[in-house]
Every structure is written in structure tokens, then in C-alpha cells.
């Protein structure tokens, strides 16, 4: 019994030895010895470029082992461009042992990222550049799993489970599918992910600044990684951003297709993103369902009538968005309607459907600088269709049709009667002799300062450039138009027709100036 005991004390003594020995050997280990080979081997694995300036490896009691990586940098696929597409300032990283040594799995109680710089490329094909690591060192996943073999171990990389992670930094992403690419800098990322595992779902949230100084977005996921097919699946997906943070500025450098919108003095809105399932792999975008709502939306802009209430939904899909609903109101009328925008992602091409109700001439249009003012209330429907984000193109495929009526039309201070006959200056005092002759109502409306429209109405289509009129009616109750006009979209106005007076009118002016019936 005594021999058992002092073997007992032998192989405790021994172990812990051992284990002074080992904790002695780690924290007096400089992992910065071997940079060169673990550096061969993550270039090996990643195929490209990776480094780091130190590594500091710690062991406590209390937390274990920890790591702490300061300037790791990994490199762009030179297919997407050049640089680095991953900068980070210093990882923290933590592990536990004993489920090391006792399940074989490796268990990270927190990770924390700090610094971080993430360049995301969407090429013309619309791969992204985020999925070629994942792809590179899951080459033969697919082969191994096919034959029974976890995706983890035809990784070569034991289970990884991440109690917690944290990371602050920002990301650049580039989309060249627009012409010029579309740039977007998210800035004071503040992420978090809890149980991270390569097999099983976990969750991750996400509060950042969005074309804005300050934060403006809000998101949370699901995450499932697909190691063998590159990608990952999102589920539950809510994304929530205030338009009302955005900065002019940063949204002008971004999206340059607004570079010709003008500077607005106001813009509200809340956007609301609600996906049920978005795939994404080494090939971009694959698979997504989700409800897109927009709310509490206004714009105003300088001299021109303010957007207030705007609201719309959409249903969204890999191959099209459909426009479920929309509206707002646009100063004290109302615009409302459907549409749909499909293959938005490689050849974007677009429908709408408009119904317009209340739009006050002298609201929609800064007439401050013309010699006459109209005025009017215009309701109408229009159906729209276009191809392209890209400006001039997409004004050059725009076309559509529609009709419009025009109600309690004028022209302040300008009588067109008046006007026409003013110009007859080769018959001496026309307008007065003319006047003379007139039936009473016919004497209110030449004195009247304004031209006063009784109906104004025309239908329209679009194509080639320009808006074409077709017919264009107005009628008076002293004269009608009836013909055709056509608008450009560079500024230039051609409008032919038939111009006529009522009979009874001509009546009169024939009998009070008869060198009349010969013009």
C-alpha cells in the first residue's frame, strides 16, 4: 500500500513537472521564431499573399492560452485587383485547452478584431473576391464530402467552435457591374458574432455608418458557412438604416450616377429589410427572398415643391424586385403606382405603372424666372419602361405612354387674345375696333390679364429622347388648339397644329374690323 502511494506521488510529481515545464516553455515561447514557415503555410493554403509584423503567445491559469497577432495583412486575388484585401490593426485570440486536449476540438472563447480594413470587389461577372480564400483552401472539399468525409477534416482543420467575436473597422466595396463602378465605404463597424462554428448556424450583428459620419445602419443574420461550395447561407436576416444621417457628400463620391441629381435640403426615410434567405457564394449573389419597406420618407429640395409621406414595399429575388406599393405626396398632390425591376443584378431593366392625382403646376415647376406663370392641376396615369443605372443610357431607353388632364389651367399675365390681336398691327387700331364689336363676355375676356384654359388634355409617349404629344388639346373660350408636340430630353420643343376661334367670336371681329376676313 505504501509502494502504490509513492508511485501515486511519483507520477503526480511528474505531471506537475510537466506542466510547470510546459507553462515555463509558452510563456518563454517566441512564436515570432517560426513567422517564416506558419507564413509558407497560410500562403500555401490561401494561395496569395500573408503577413503579419508579431505574434505574442500568453498562457494563464485563468484564460488559458491567448494570441495576439499585431499587423496582419493578406493580399488581393490579383483577378479583382491590387493591394491588400485585408488589413487589421491586431487580432486577440483565445483558446481553451481542455476542450483542445479532451474533445480534440478547438474552442475559442473570444476573438476580437481591431482595425480592421476590408476591401470587398464585384467583378463585371459578378464574382466577389471574398469567396476565392474560402475557395481556395476548400478546393477539394466537395470531393471529400461526396465520399463521406466531413467537410471540416477535407479541410484539414479541426472543429472549430467561437464562443464570441468582436471586431471594429470598416469595409470598401466595389462593384464593377456599374459603369462607372459604384464605390461604398462602410465605416465604425461595430460587429459581433456569437458560437461560431463551421457546420452549425450562429448569430451576428452588425451596427455601422453607411454614407454617413455617424452610425446609420443596423443588422442582424443567422450564418450558416458552406465550406464545400465557398459560400454561406443567411436566414433571418433584418436590416434597419435612417436615410436621415446619410451625407450628400459621401453618397456623391459613391454612386456617381447622382452626381447630376441636385443638393437637397431635407431627406428622411426609414428603410427596413426583412430576408427570409439570402445565399452567397464564390459566384456573388444566388439565392434571396426578402421584403423591402420603405417608410416616413421625405425630400426637399431648393425652389422645388417638397416630397412628404413617401412608402413603399417590395418583394425581392435574385431575378427581378417587384414594387408591390408605392406612394407619396408631392407637394399638395399624389403620385402612386407599381413597377418591377428585373436581371438587376447583370442587365438591369425596369417597368412602372403611375397613377398622378392633385399636382399643382406652380408646385412641380420654378417658374420664378419666366415671363408668364402657369398654373393648373394635372391628373394623369403613365406607364414607364428603361434599361440601365447608367444616366445617359438609361435616357436613351426610356420610353412609356400615358395621358394627362389638366384642370383650372391659366397663364398669368398673359391674355392670348389680346396678344394675337396686337400683333395684326398692319390694320390700324385692330384690338380697339375689334373690342367694340364684341359680345359682352367675349369684351371680360380680352380685358382679363390672364388666359384662362377651359379643358387642357393630351397623351403622350416616350422613346428615342423625347417626349412626344399626341394629341395636344387645349381650348379657351375664346379660341382651341388641336395638334402635336414633341419635347426633348435635350431641352429642344417643336409643336405644330390647327389654331381656331368659336364662330360666333369670329362673327363679331369680322363685322367690326372686315379687313379680318382676308388674313
Given at each position: 500500500m505504501k509502494a502504490v502511494k509513492i508511485i501515486g506521488l511519483v507520477v503526480l510529481c511528474f505531471f506537475v513537472i510537466v506542466a510547470i515545464a510546459g507553462f515555463v516553455f509558452i510563456k518563454t515561447f517566441d512564436l515570432n521564431k517560426y513567422k517564416k514557415p506558419l507564413l509558407d503555410q497560410a500562403r500555401k493554403v490561401l494561395q496569395r499573399d500573408?503577413?503579419?509584423d508579431r505574434a505574442d503567445l500568453d498562457l494563464s491559469l485563468k484564460n488559458g492560452a491567448r494570441l495576439r497577432l499585431s499587423g496582419f495583412s493578406m493580399a488581393e486575388d490579383p483577378a479583382f485587383g491590387e493591394?491588400?484585401?485585408?488589413?487589421?490593426?491586431?487580432?486577440?485570440?483565445?483558446?481553451?485547452?481542455?476542450?483542445?486536449?479532451?474533445?480534440?476540438?478547438?474552442?475559442?472563447?473570444?476573438?476580437?478584431?481591431?482595425?480592421?480594413?476590408?476591401?470587398?470587389?464585384?467583378?463585371?461577372?459578378?464574382?466577389?473576391?471574398?469567396?476565392?480564400?474560402?475557395?481556395?483552401?476548400?478546393?477539394?472539399?466537395?470531393?471529400?464530402?461526396?465520399?463521406?468525409?466531413?467537410?471540416?477534416?477535407?479541410?484539414?482543420?479541426?472543429?472549430?467552435?467561437v464562443r464570441q467575436v468582436t471586431f471594429q473597422g470598416e469595409v470598401t466595396y466595389v462593384d464593377h457591374t456599374f459603369d462607372p463602378p459604384m464605390k461604398v465605404d462602410v465605416s465604425r463597424i461595430n460587429a459581433s458574432a456569437k458560437d461560431v462554428s463551421l457546420t452549425e448556424p450562429f448569430s451576428v450583428a452588425i451596427e455601422a455608418a453607411l454614407f454617413s459620419d455617424t452610425p446609420d445602419m443596423k443588422a442582424q443574420a443567422k450564418v450558416k458557412l458552406d465550406m464545400a461550395s465557398s459560400g454561406a447561407l443567411l436566414s433571418d436576416v433584418k436590416i434597419d438604416a435612417d436615410l436621415g444621417k446619410i451625407s450628400q457628400e459621401r453618397l456623391r463620391s459613391s454612386l456617381p450616377m447622382l452626381s447630376s441629381?441636385?443638393?437637397?435640403?431635407?431627406?428622411?426615410?426609414?428603410?427596413?429589410?426583412?430576408?427570409?434567405?439570402?445565399?452567397?457564394?464564390?459566384?456573388?449573389?444566388?439565392?434571396?427572398?426578402?421584403?423591402?419597406?420603405?417608410?416616413?420618407?421625405?425630400?426637399?429640395?431648393?425652389?422645388?415643391?417638397?416630397?412628404?409621406?413617401?412608402?413603399?414595399?417590395?418583394?425581392?429575388?435574385?431575378?427581378?424586385?417587384?414594387?408591390?406599393?408605392?406612394?407619396?405626396?408631392?407637394?399638395?398632390?399624389?403620385?402612386?403606382?407599381?413597377?418591377?425591376?428585373?436581371?438587376?443584378?447583370?442587365?438591369?431593366?425596369?417597368?412602372?405603372?403611375?397613377?398622378m392625382d392633385g399636382l399643382e403646376i406652380q408646385e412641380l415647376l420654378d417658374?420664378?424666372?419666366?415671363?408668364?406663370?402657369?398654373?393648373?392641376?394635372?391628373?394623369?396615369?403613365?406607364?414607364l419602361q428603361g434599361q440601365s443605372f447608367e444616366p445617359k443610357t438609361a435616357m436613351s431607353r426610356l420610353g412609356g405612354e400615358g395621358r394627362f388632364d389638366v384642370s383650372q389651367a391659366r397663364i398669368k399675365d398673359i391674355n392670348a387674345l389680346s396678344l394675337v390681336l396686337s400683333k395684326l398691327s398692319i390694320i390700324p387700331i385692330v384690338a380697339q375696333r375689334v373690342e367694340a364689336s364684341l359680345p359682352d363676355r367675349f369684351k371680360d375676356k380680352l380685358r382679363?390679364?390672364?388666359?384662362?384654359?377651359?379643358?387642357?388634355?393630351?397623351?403622350?409617349?416616350?422613346?428615342?429622347?423625347?417626349?412626344?404629344?399626341?394629341?395636344?388639346?387645349?381650348?379657351?373660350?375664346?379660341?382651341?388648339?388641336?395638334?402635336?408636340?414633341?419635347?426633348?430630353?435635350?431641352?429642344?420643343?417643336?409643336?405644330?397644329?390647327?389654331?381656331?376661334?368659336p364662330a360666333d367670336l369670329s362673327a363679331s371681329m369680322t363685322a367690326g374690323v372686315p379687313e379680318l376676313k382676308y388674313l
Open positions: 500573408v503577413d503579419f493591394g491588400d484585401m485585408v488589413r487589421v490593426a491586431s487580432v486577440y485570440v483565445g483558446l481553451d485547452l481542455w476542450t483542445l486536449v479532451s474533445k480534440k476540438q478547438i474552442s475559442v472563447p473570444a476573438l476580437s478584431v481591431e482595425g480592421l480594413k476590408l476591401s470587398v470587389v464585384r467583378d463585371k461577372e459578378g464574382r466577389i473576391n471574398l469567396m476565392a480564400p474560402i475557395a481556395a483552401s476548400a478546393a477539394d472539399a466537395g470531393k471529400s464530402e461526396a465520399s463521406g468525409v466531413p467537410v471540416s477534416q477535407a479541410l484539414a482543420v479541426p472543429m472549430i467552435f441629381v441636385p443638393a437637397w435640403q431635407e431627406l428622411k426615410g426609414l428603410l427596413a429589410l426583412d430576408a427570409s434567405r439570402i445565399r452567397i457564394g464564390k459566384d456573388g449573389l444566388s439565392d434571396l427572398e426578402a421584403i423591402v419597406k420603405f417608410s416616413d420618407g421625405s425630400l426637399k429640395l431648393k425652389d422645388v415643391v417638397a416630397i412628404t409621406g413617401v412608402k413603399v414595399q417590395c418583394l425581392a429575388t435574385t431575378a427581378q424586385i417587384d414594387m408591390q406599393e408605392f406612394f407619396m405626396k408631392v407637394g399638395q398632390g399624389q403620385v402612386s403606382g407599381t413597377g418591377s425591376l428585373k436581371d438587376y443584378l447583370t442587365s438591369p431593366t425596369y417597368t412602372g405603372n403611375l397613377t417658374q420664378s424666372a419666366w415671363p408668364a406663370k402657369g398654373e393648373g392641376i394635372v391628373a394623369g396615369s403613365l406607364r382679363s390679364p390672364d388666359t384662362v384654359f377651359s379643358s387642357m388634355r393630351f397623351s403622350v409617349t416616350i422613346s428615342e429622347g423625347a417626349l412626344r404629344a399626341d394629341p395636344l388639346v387645349v381650348a379657351a373660350d375664346e379660341f382651341s388648339f388641336e395638334g402635336t408636340g414633341r419635347f426633348g430630353f435635350d431641352q429642344t420643343i417643336d409643336v405644330t397644329g390647327t389654331f381656331a376661334i
